[in-house]
């Protein structure tokens, strides 16, 4: 499986958004993640390491997760084509608003 594949499933998301704050164990993986079983997070967390996404080394009787941010490069480079896309795009909203704004007008007490 490839990272984008890898990336495609919501839950390998949500653990490597709690990866990317710092090591973790499964078990902790879990805890953070109620919707998701043990079996069900490690079956995951197989996948993210068998895409790059993720190490594991062992800790006594735990084995401890972490993010391999390098392997993310693949996805930031196919999204800079886009970027660049949507910077164009953006700044030329916030041109466009900056000319059309008007500040609202305030009524007089009394009137409604």
Same mark, same amino acid.
Do not use: K
């Given at each position: 499986?490839d990272?984008?594949? %890898? #990336? ?5 998301? =949500?653990? /490597? +958004?709690?990866? %990317?704050?710092?090591?973790?164990s =499964?078990?902790?993986l ?5 919707? /998701?079983?043990?079996?069900? #997070? ?13 190490? #594991?080394?062992p800790? =006594?009787?735990?084995?401890? $997760? ?9 996805? +930031? %480079? &196919?999204?800079?084509? $886009?970027?660049?896309? &949507? ?7 916030? =041109? ?16 409604s």
């Amino acid at each position: 499986m490839d990272v984008f594949e %890898a #990336v495609a499933e919501p839950s390998r998301r =949500a653990l /490597l +958004d709690e990866l %990317a704050q710092g090591e973790r164990s =499964a078990g902790e993986l879990v805890a953070t993640l109620p919707g /998701l079983s043990q079996p069900a #997070v490690s079956r995951h967390l197989r996948v993210l390491r068998e895409a790059g996404l993720v190490e #594991v080394r062992p800790d =006594a009787q735990r084995r401890i $997760y972490a993010l391999r941010a390098d392997a993310l490069a693949e996805i +930031d %480079a &196919w999204l800079g084509r $886009y970027r660049r896309y &949507w910077s164009g795009h953006l700044d030329a909203l916030e =041109a466009h608003l900056a000319r059309t704004h008007q500040p609202p007008r305030s009524t007089p007490e009394g009137d409604s």
